[in-house]
Nanobody
Framework: QVHLVESGGGSVQAGGSLRVSCAASEDIYRRYCMAWFRQGPGKEREGVGA???????TYVESVKGRFTISQDFAKNTLFLQMNSLKPEDTAVYYC?????????????????????WGQGTQVTVSS
């Protein structure tokens, strides 16, 4: 069972940037599909970006061109670089994983695809 720990959240003004990280407790290379989700106040958890074991990436429309997901396999770490942040990006950001092997998830931004979750890190964007 992989353990995920997020870090790097914080507060920033609109237009600013933040990078959040997710450290996995074991090797994720070619074994896990990974994703970032977020949950804002009073909202359901939504998929932000996902990357499968073949490095195919999917983003939710609202973050395309602003957010970038990447991995450092040597450190078993997933990143989410967030630029041009908006107040509506304010949320708790969660890292998620699914041991998918070489299979590409049919629903990479669906919470039901993932069975391992981190504890979340708060991102607050002020106007």
């Amino acid at each position: 069972q992989v353990h995920l720990v997020e870090s790097g959240g914080g507060s920033v003004q609109a237009g600013g940037s933040l990078r959040v990280s997710c450290a996995a407790s074991e090797d994720i290379y070619r074994r896990y599909c990974m994703a970032w989700f977020r949950q804002g106040p009073g909202k359901e958890r939504e998929g932000v970006g996902a990357i499968d074991s073949r490095d195919r990436i999917t983003y939710v429309e609202s973050v395309k061109g602003r957010f970038t997901i990447s991995q450092d396999f040597a450190k078993n770490t997933l990143f989410l670089q967030m630029n041009s942040l908006k107040p509506e990006d304010t949320a708790v950001y969660y890292c998620a994983a699914s041991r998918c092997g070489s299979i590409t998830p049919l629903q990479p931004l669906d919470v039901r695809t993932y069975n391992y979750w981190g504890q979340g890190t708060q991102v607050t964007v002020s106007s």
